[in-house]
């Protein structure tokens, strides 16, 4: 079956640390996209990729780090920088994300700060 | 600014209608999507309108008016599985989401 595979399912960080988050997709999709959700809140983009070895800035990418290295895999890095990083995180693809095409979403990572 | 309004939460009972508002304020308009989110899973794709209209799918249906920045999600026949958040988000100009809060639906028997 075609879909997008985030892991771990939970994450924990510890001061100072940093933390990768993977996602995974065998729908062929050119776009990838990382949100961060938080209560109470929509979606927020902190990353997004249109196409291999290429990516932009979201509106809330200070603390974040992606790369895009195959077209199939787009890892989202938390990195100490980023002060507030209690959320859940999703990571969305699209056929090329210049269309009216839906994005499909992953089941997500909860990160939290022990 | 870009701006997208939902209610924050909204109760019905089973087997009767509920319809979802959504407003928006955005730089530009490239379509507006409806998702359906259960509590700690992923959105899930339910409709997408780009013409002023109603676009009816099963028990769903969405409508968009254009000119008054306006779309809801009626939903019929409510079902306790359709307890969930409904996200409304709308397309811009760069075909980027700008995602509301979401509405969560509440089922009563």
């Known amino acids: 079956d075609g879909g997008i595979t985030q892991s771990p399912k939970y994450l924990f960080r510890k001061e100072g640390q940093n933390v990768t988050l993977s996602c995974e997709q065998n729908?062929?999709?050119?776009?990838m996209y990382w949100y961060r959700q938080d209560p109470g809140q929509g979606l927020r983009l902190i990353y997004y990729?249109?196409?291999?070895?290429?990516?932009q800035k979201g509106d809330i990418a200070e603390g974040y780090s992606v790369s895009r290295e195959k077209k199939e895999s787009f890892p989202l890095t938390v990195t100490s920088a980023q002060k507030n990083p209690t959320a859940f995180y999703l990571c969305a693809s699209s056929y090329t994300g210049r269309d009216h095409q839906p994005q499909h979403f992953g089941d997500g990572t909860r990160l939290s700060i022990l | 600014g870009q701006n997208i309004d939902q209610p924050t939460e909204m109760t019905a009972t089973e087997g009767a209608i509920v319809q979802i508002n959504c407003t928006y304020q955005?730089?530009?308009?490239?379509?507006l999507f409806w998702y359906q989110q259960h509590a700690g899973e992923a959105p899930t794709f339910l409709s997408y309108n780009v013409l002023d209209g109603l676009e009816e799918k099963g028990r769903f249906s969405s409508f968009l008016s254009r000119s008054k920045g306006y779309s809801y999600l009626l939903l019929k026949e409510l079902q306790m599985k359709d307890s969930a958040s409904y996200l409304c988000a709308v397309q811009d100009s760069n075909y980027q989401l700008i995602w509301g809060a979401g509405t969560k639906l509440i089922i009563k028997p």
């Open positions: 729908l062929n999709h050119d776009a």
């Open positions: 990729s249109q196409i291999v070895n290429d990516f």
């Open positions: 955005t730089s530009g308009f490239n379509g």
